[in-house]
């Protein structure tokens, strides 16, 4: 499974989870995240967010905060949606805003001394820094590159999240100063997601 994508759909994330915007109150995103991806959107889009997305614009949640996973997700929908964003588009925006997040100066302190191999060793530890209830996982080394697995509740992310989160990852990769990183789904199913990463 290569191409994890699928067109940015608010209403089909939400009627995909089995409580709606409630699911899974164990799983949460930092602020950080949410305010990352708020950056630079135009004011209209933002009154445009459906409830109870809104308040998310109207007052985002500082970094520290830990917001509902699903309310991260819903958002990076909502946007994508509004936005008419093709694949191509999405993935570049997702790679933009990690890239600035990775970029704060809290963040950068902690990447400027890291190598890929560095930030791999970690990437349990990096990924519970900015989520909470999915775990991340190294899983080896290859030939072909490295691979990781995402594990998470059933429904949680969908193929648009899983895309997300390979744009996400090669960020991460580029500020541990990997050369052009490449991070693709190679294969997902019920509550996981294997990943391929290459430098």
């Not at 100066?105 to 519970?128: C, D, K, N, S």
């Not at 899983?139 to 996400?168: C, H, K, Q, W």
């Not at 580029?174 to 996981?192: D, I, L, N, R, Y």
Request: net charge neutral.
């Amino acid at each position: 499974m290569r191409n994890a994508w699928a067109s940015p759909s608010y209403e089909r994330y939400v009627a995909g989870l089995p409580g709606g915007l409630a699911s899974y109150p164990g799983a949460h995103a930092k602020g950080s995240i949410i305010r990352s991806h708020l950056d630079g959107l135009e004011p209209e889009l933002l009154g445009s967010l459906p409830q109870p997305l809104r308040h998310l614009a109207v007052e985002p949640p500082v970094d520290s905060d830990w917001v509902p996973e699903a309310h991260l997700c819903a958002l990076i929908h909502a946007v994508a949606e509004r936005r008419h964003l093709g694949e191509r588009e999405f993935r570049a925006w997702i790679r933009a805003r990690n890239r600035a997040l990775f970029a704060r100066p809290l963040y950068a302190i902690l990447m400027a001394v890291a190598t890929p191999e560095i930030a791999l060793r970690a990437v349990g530890m990096r990924w519970g820094n900015f989520h909470r209830g999915s775990t991340l996982a190294l899983e080896g080394y290859a030939d072909e590159g490295v691979r990781v697995t995402l594990s998470f509740p059933v429904g949680l992310f969908d193929p648009l999240m899983l895309a997300a989160f390979a744009e996400a990852f090669s960020a991460a990769l580029e500020a541990a100063h990997a050369k052009g990183p490449s991070v693709q789904v190679e294969t997902a199913g019920s509550g996981f997601a294997r990943y391929l990463a290459r430098w």
